[in-house]
């Protein structure tokens, strides 16, 4: 038996590696995403009064604090047993799209173009971010107006880019005010401009990678994220919708408190990463996709018209339900489109500016779950607290972990496609950490956006030996 | 009252015989920095951060419990001082689990603002990383042990002020905490008025309102004073 290692992975948020098994005949035989950094949150917050967890579950993460700040604060709202006044649910949203588009920005222009715009064979020194702004700028200039766009929204309402303490249980800390509502509006038209002119660019050049399209994580799955009462997409709110590959409603409107239900949890022994399954298909046969993929082959329509003629045109080149992984990016961009329609929608009602922003309540009941879409997916905080309100207990699903099973599967498929015999193939290594990018994995709260991490390749023999070695 | 005529920092100055070096020192500018002391409350020393060196003393004394001298020479300011008060902040960071990030207190912090006005970027010295309990039991507030610094003002507000002495301080070395009678839990506590002095003058995060979420706690200290003020003209 051989295996390759590449360790770590690049140009995604946080520590990884990956291997891939050979037999003696130099044929895959298996292939693991390994996570291999350890955080603890779980048990961090032990203890801890509840009022404290949204700040510091927003820790966990510096690209997506915002979605860890809902679902907690939507967790410790279930504890307080209240309802939160309607405009701080609307500020939430805003602020969830918002950061949706900044990471999806992150996602797409720092991370993945540099594999699509430069090819994915292209050299290794010049493949990032800094190569995209060389050879195409409006791109990179149009993926750091991106980013900044949705970076300021969260600012101006939160105080700071990242980590903003403005999600509290119950609500916000404070309203809204015009002025700075005004500021929002006036980037709309702007950042509209620049996520049209890149929808253009991606699908006049989808054709250049369809040989990757095929094979990235190309297979029928389940499918989950969270959907509105009339089918719309939903970030902060809704409920959850699971769909199968043929669009089959497995199951509609579910209440996320007995997640344990219908999805369990399972640990393997070479990753720190919880792999997560639908429970009536068993594991790992019950493996689901969440993510923006998954966002738009469960919903109905987005919300948006102009998203939504961009949705209809994405199902009528790629079916209604794509199965291929690689269209995650084309469906982020779509999303991107429509985040920033909804946040001028929200901001354009004049009821935003109520300031009646925050229920107060202490702990009405012993445990609460919250969910909420994080860029990558469904985020699930789930807490149980004492009589005094401290935590005792605290479980996360966090949305690579709802992925994980479907990474790993995406890593052998490629790993099938472009690996042959025991020499290690450049071609091979860019797709495999290519598969892994699609997902927009986030492994921890690191920020890798561009940067030379080594990575580091061997091929080790049935006996521990190093037959080949690739570092760069 | 008996004047005493002494120099600070180079400067010619003059205080009452009864006036510490810290009053001295304060109602001529000079700045001196405090963590346990908060005026309104008698003074105790507890966290000597604001050693001075005395001309003729061969130890650091603590501004806020020394008595001015006639012809006292006092330096408020030096790189022994610095580094002596940079340690003690280090310390007491070490000592206990303070997450400036995730504090009710942050931006509001005298801790925090002591370790901005002393340039502790980093520390040098290992955590002790205690596991420390946190009492949640009152309906209204909460102590975090994580974040005290034993400065006792809640201590001494509740018994100079509001004189139920509900807070006292138990144990010695790593062990020592401020305890609600006699080491019952807060919440049961029959001699707390539920006043929340002590978590106003709480210069840290250790003593919060519950419901407050990060950077939410902002103490309001004004009262003091004049609480002081009208105990004494009663007396």
């Given at each position: 038996m051989t295996e390759i290692i590449i360790d770590p992975v690049t140009r995604i948020e946080g520590h990884s590696k990956i291997t891939i098994q050979l037999d003696e005949l130099g044929q895959v035989v298996d292939a693991h995403f390994h996570v291999t950094q350890f955080r603890g949150f779980e048990r961090i917050s032990q203890g801890r009064p509840f009022h404290e967890m949204p700040a510091l579950m927003a820790r966990i993460c510096g690209i997506c604090p915002v979605s860890h700040l809902i679902a907690s604060a939507k967790t410790c709202e279930e504890i307080m047993a209240v309802s939160i006044p309607p405009v701080a649910v609307n500020l939430r949203?805003?602020?969830?799209?918002?950061?949706?588009?900044?990471?999806?920005?992150?996602?797409?222009?720092?991370?993945?173009?540099?594999?699509?715009?430069?090819?994915?064979?292209?050299?290794?020194?010049?493949?990032?971010?800094?190569?995209?702004?060389?050879?195409?700028?409006?791109?990179?200039?149009d993926g750091v107006a991106m980013?900044?766009?949705?970076?300021?929204?969260?600012?101006?309402?939160?105080?700071?880019?990242?980590?903003?303490?403005?999600?509290?249980?119950?609500?916000?800390?404070?309203?809204?005010?015009?002025?700075?509502?005004?500021?929002?509006?006036?980037?709309?038209?702007?950042?509209?401009?620049?996520?049209?002119?890149?929808?253009?660019?991606?699908?006049?050049?989808?054709?250049?990678?369809?040989?990757?399209?095929?094979v990235f994580a190309n297979f029928p799955s389940l499918y989950m994220g969270l959907v509105h009462e009339n089918g719309d997409i939903a970030f902060s709110d809704g409920d959850l919708r699971v769909v199968d590959a043929a669009g089959y409603l497995v199951a509609d409107h579910i209440d996320p408190r007995p997640y344990w239900d219908y999805l369990g949890e399972s640990v393997e022994p070479w990753s720190f990463l919880?792999?997560?399954?639908?429970?009536?298909?068993?594991y790992p046969e019950g493996l689901y996709r969440v993510g923006p993929l998954a966002r738009l082959n469960v919903i109905d329509q987005m919300g948006t018209p102009e998203a939504d003629e961009e949705l209809q045109q994405y199902r009528e080149r790629l079916g209604r339900y794509p199965a291929s992984s690689f269209y995650y990016h084309h469906a982020r961009l779509i999303e991107i489109l429509h985040c920033i329609h909804a946040i001028a929608a929200l901001l354009s009602d004049p009821g935003i500016l109520d300031d009646r922003v925050r229920a107060v309540a202490g702990a009405n009941r012993s445990e609460g779950v919250g969910v909420s879409e994080a860029p990558r997916g469904t985020l699930l905080h789930h807490y149980r607290v004492d009589e005094n309100g401290l935590i005792e207990w605290a479980n996360l699903i966090i949305a690579t972990g709802h992925n994980n099973l479907a990474m790993n599967r995406g890593v052998l498929e490629v790993a099938r496609k472009y690996v042959h015999g025991t020499e290690i193939q450049e071609s091979m290594l860019n797709r495999v950490e290519a598969v892994i990018r699609c997902f927009d994995p986030c492994l921890s709260c690191s920020t890798h956006a561009i940067g030379e991490m080594p990575l580091n390749v061997q091929l080790i023999g049935p006996n521990g030996q190093v037959l080949d070695e690739l570092a760069r | 009252m008996s004047v005493r005529t002494l120099v600070i920092n180079g400067k010619d100055v003059a205080g009452d015989a009864d006036q510490t070096i810290l009053e001295v020192a304060r109602e001529n500018s000079i700045h001196i920095p405090t963590l346990c002391h908060l005026k309104g409350l008698s003074d105790v020393g507890a966290c000597r951060l604001c050693v001075v060196e005395v001309a003729g003393v061969n130890k650091l004394l603590a501004a806020c419990v020394t008595k001015v001298e006639e012809g006292m020479s006092v330096v408020t300011d030096s790189p022994t001082l610095h580094d002596y008060r940079r340690t003690i902040i280090e310390m007491l960071f070490m000592e206990r689990n303070h997450v400036c990030s995730v504090c009710v207190a942050n931006n509001?912090?005298?801790?925090?603002?002591?370790?901005?006005?002393?340039?502790?970027?980093?520390?040098?010295?290992?955590?002790?990383e205690p596991v420390v309990e946190v009492d949640a039991s009152h309906e209204r507030f909460v102590i975090d042990h994580n974040r005290c610094i034993l400065c006792t003002r809640c201590v001494r507000v509740c018994d100079e002020i509001e004189e139920a002495h509900t807070w006292d301080v138990f144990d010695r070395g790593a062990g020592c905490r401020v305890i609600t009678d006699m080491g019952t839990p807060w919440g049961e506590s029959r001699t707390c008025t539920s006043c929340g002095k002590c978590v106003q003058v709480c210069p840290t995060g250790a003593l919060f309102e519950k419901g407050r979420s990060v950077a939410e706690a902002k103490h309001r200290r004004r009262f003091l004073p004049y609480l002081r003020a009208l105990e004494q003209d009663q007396q």
């Open positions: 949203r805003v602020m969830n799209l918002a950061q949706m588009v900044q990471s999806h920005a992150l996602s797409f222009f720092h991370l993945s173009s540099p594999d699509l715009l430069l090819g994915f064979d292209a050299d290794a020194a010049g493949r990032n971010f800094l190569g995209v702004a060389a050879a195409a700028p409006q791109l990179a200039l980013r900044k766009f949705g970076q300021q929204i969260i600012e101006r309402l939160g105080g700071k880019r990242v980590h903003p303490g403005w999600i509290v249980p119950g609500g916000v800390s404070h309203p809204l005010e015009p002025e700075i509502r005004d500021e929002i509006l006036a980037g709309i038209p702007d950042a509209l401009e620049r996520i049209r002119r890149t929808l253009s660019w991606y699908k006049a050049n989808v054709a250049d990678w369809a040989d990757e399209a095929a919880k792999s997560t399954y639908w429970k009536d298909l068993g | 509001h912090c005298e801790l925090q603002d002591a370790a901005k006005e002393l340039g502790l970027t980093h520390f040098d010295l290992p955590p002790l």
